[in-house]
């Protein structure tokens, strides 16, 4: 892969770091990713870990599991904690189409966590 420079959400691969608020699109680009090099069996289960990995290394997929349970949870603390991020949101560093796809992002999911509450593109 291409190596990307500039935009400081992202890596030499071109997946941006997990930032919390991100995690639907990080998990697309990663699984793309893994997918690219040969590496989503192990990820998935449907491959074993070779039997040289360090004892202390924690399957692929039970971290894969983990971080789906962490970020997929539709609950309150996290509803509060994305509208908090929003409401103290700012540009700063972030040219504007970084900010509004940041700010993009966060409404989406504060949509999919409350879809009673879904943030209107008006309000947008």
Request: with cysteine; hydrophobic share 35%; net charge negative.
């Given at each position: 892969?291409?190596?990307?420079?500039?935009?400081?959400?992202?890596?030499q691969y071109g997946v941006e770091k997990l930032v919390g608020t991100n995690y639907r699109y990080w998990r697309m680009c990663m699984e793309a990713f893994l997918q690219g090099q040969d590496l989503w069996e192990l990820v998935s289960g449907v491959d074993?870990?070779?039997?040289?990995?360090?004892?202390?290394?924690?399957?692929?997929?039970?971290?894969?599991?983990?971080?789906?349970?962490?970020?997929?949870?539709?609950?309150?603390?996290?509803?509060?904690?994305?509208?908090?991020?929003?409401?103290?949101?700012?540009?700063?560093?972030?040219?504007?189409?970084?900010?509004?796809?940041?700010?993009?992002?966060?409404?989406?999911?504060?949509?999919?966590?409350?879809?009673?509450?879904?943030?209107?593109?008006?309000?947008?």
């Amino acid at each position: 892969m291409e190596i990307n420079g500039g935009s400081s959400s992202n890596t030499q691969y071109g997946v941006e770091k997990l930032v919390g608020t991100n995690y639907r699109y990080w998990r697309m680009c990663m699984e793309a990713f893994l997918q690219g090099q040969d590496l989503w069996e192990l990820v998935s289960g449907v491959d074993e870990i070779p039997a040289d990995t360090p004892e202390n290394a924690d399957s692929p997929k039970k971290i894969w599991d983990t971080l789906e349970r962490l970020f997929s949870k539709k609950n309150i603390a996290r509803l509060q904690f994305l509208e908090n991020e929003l409401a103290m949101l700012k540009q700063e560093g972030m040219s504007i189409s970084e900010h509004f796809l940041r700010v993009k992002n966060i409404c989406a999911e504060i949509s999919e966590l409350d879809p009673k509450e879904k943030i209107s593109d008006a309000r947008l």
